[in-house]
């Protein structure tokens, strides 16, 4: 029934019968048209047309680059957006939370962000709604050097200098004598494995104090730093 008048509605996506009838789009977006036929044929009234526009919105979340400064503070997002409809508004929550309003646009980057998890909520003008959620990695490079190593250690490990660590890529490092001599050199190695390390104790040294030049690459940093270890 329409406006007082018996009747059934025809069209796409239209199901069941005259009393008990849907609306059922399925996976339809944009304009849809759907007909009012009144049942008394004799009737003057014609067959009416109504108009229902299908809003859609899709959203997708991700880490555009990790937070990797001191202050944990300069990670970036972009949320990218699948909408037929405009106006869209987007909310974020997390250990920074914010809005931006869209417009017309389809992908917006949310730039200084703390690493932690974070939820996203984008609304069209219908008030449709989708959900996603994204992380920002803390990526900043965390490292530890030993100051001292034993030639003659009962254990392999305490006669290797290596760079030990988080979020590093690879190092490279030059030992150098007291005459200014490189007397050892690795490139390319892996943090946390002994391998690439210095092996004093198959090193054709005596013990004293040696210099080091590393250089250390990490996701988004690279950093070189000098300092000296003593051989026992």
Request: hydrophobic share 35%; with cysteine; proline share 3%.
């Amino acid at each position: 029934m329409q406006d007082g008048i018996e009747g059934r509605w025809t069209g796409m996506h239209v199901r069941g019968e005259t009393g008990n009838q849907i609306f059922d789009p399925g996976q339809a977006t944009g304009k849809q048209l759907i007909f009012f036929e009144p049942l008394n044929a004799a009737s003057c009234i014609g067959v009416g047309e109504k108009e229902i526009f299908i809003s859609y919105i899709n959203i997708v979340a991700e880490e555009l680059s990790a937070s990797f400064n001191d202050t944990d503070d300069n990670g970036n997002a972009i949320i990218r957006i699948e909408s037929n409809a405009g106006g869209i508004l987007l909310n974020w929550e997390g250990k920074a939370s914010g809005s931006h309003d869209l417009g017309e646009d389809k992908s917006f980057e949310i730039r200084q962000l703390p690493s932690g998890r974070y939820t996203v909520n984008a609304t069209d003008k219908w008030g449709c709604t989708a959900t996603d959620t994204f992380e920002i990695r803390y990526a900043k490079a965390f490292y530890f050097l030993p100051n001292a190593v034993m030639k003659t250690a009962s254990d392999p490990e305490n006669s290797v200098f290596y760079l030990k660590g988080e979020n590093i890529l690879s190092y490279s490092y030059e030992i150098y004598n007291r005459w200014g001599n490189i007397i050892a050199a690795g490139y390319e190695a892996t943090a946390n494995d002994p391998v690439g390390g210095w092996n004093v104790q198959s090193a054709d040294i005596t013990p004293g104090v040696y210099v080091y030049v590393m250089k250390i690459y990490g996701e988004y940093e690279k950093k070189q730093i000098a300092g000296s270890v003593t051989v026992f």
